[in-house]
Each structure stands twice: as structure tokens, then as C-alpha cells.
Nanobody
């Protein structure tokens, strides 16, 4: 059974940090592009950061320099280190796995991140 399970969300004060985890099962992430998305209330889902199969990374401008995506293929997991958090980072964060050869994509259920004093 294919699954992506996010964890690590929570409530944090502005300027704080959180580390999100995404554990995959039923497939091997080393063959997939792994991406973190987020969706704030009343807004469309937006891309946060991507890790390619070769380990290259790309970030949205609004998180560049504050967030870091990484993957551990041995643990079949991907992570998002979020520093210097701002209230506008408040959203549900989703993990996505994409296999380009078949255009197959998997989504996790999301984890809530709330940045508030």
C-alpha cells in the first residue's frame, strides 16, 4: 500500500523553527521527485520546495534562505527544515512524490503548521 505520512507540524512563535518529516511506504522515493507544498485557508496550494532524484533542490522565493529540503533515501523519507518562521507561513503542509516516467503522483494527508504569538 502506497503511503506518504507527514509529521512534525505544530504551533510555533514567529522566528521559531520546525522540522517536518514525510515517511514513504509502498514505493522507493529515490526514483521520485519529492516536493513540499502548502495551503493556507482560502488560498490555493503552492509549491514550497523540491528535491530531484539527483538531490538538486529548488525553493519558492518566499521561503528561500529560511527553509531547507532534504531526503534520506535509506530511510525512504524527506524532510523540511523551517527556520525564521513567519505568520504567513501558517498553512497545511503536504508531501508529494512524483514519478516523471509515468506521471504518477502521491500525496500525504498534510500536517498543520501555525506560526503565531
Amino acid at each position: 500500500q502506497v503511503q506518504l505520512v507527514e509529521s512534525g507540524g505544530g504551533l510555533v512563535q514567529p522566528g521559531g523553527s520546525l522540522r517536518l518529516s514525510c515517511a514513504a511506504s509502498g514505493f522507493t522515493i529515490s526514483n521520485y521527485v519529492m516536493t513540499w507544498y502548502r495551503q493556507a485557508p482560502g488560498k490555493e496550494r503552492e509549491l514550497v520546495a523540491t528535491s530531484t532524484r539527483l538531490g538538486n533542490t529548488n525553493y519558492a522565493d518566499y521561503v528561500k534562505g529560511r527553509f531547507t529540503i532534504s531526503r534520506d533515501n535509506a530511510k525512504n523519507s524527506v524532510y523540511l527544515q523551517m527556520n525564521s518562521l513567519k505568520p504567513e507561513d501558517t498553512a497545511v503542509y503536504y508531501c508529494n512524490a512524483y514519478f516523471s516516467l509515468t506521471a504518477k503522483a502521491y500525496w500525504g494527508q498534510g500536517t498543520q503548521v501555525t506560526v503565531s504569538s
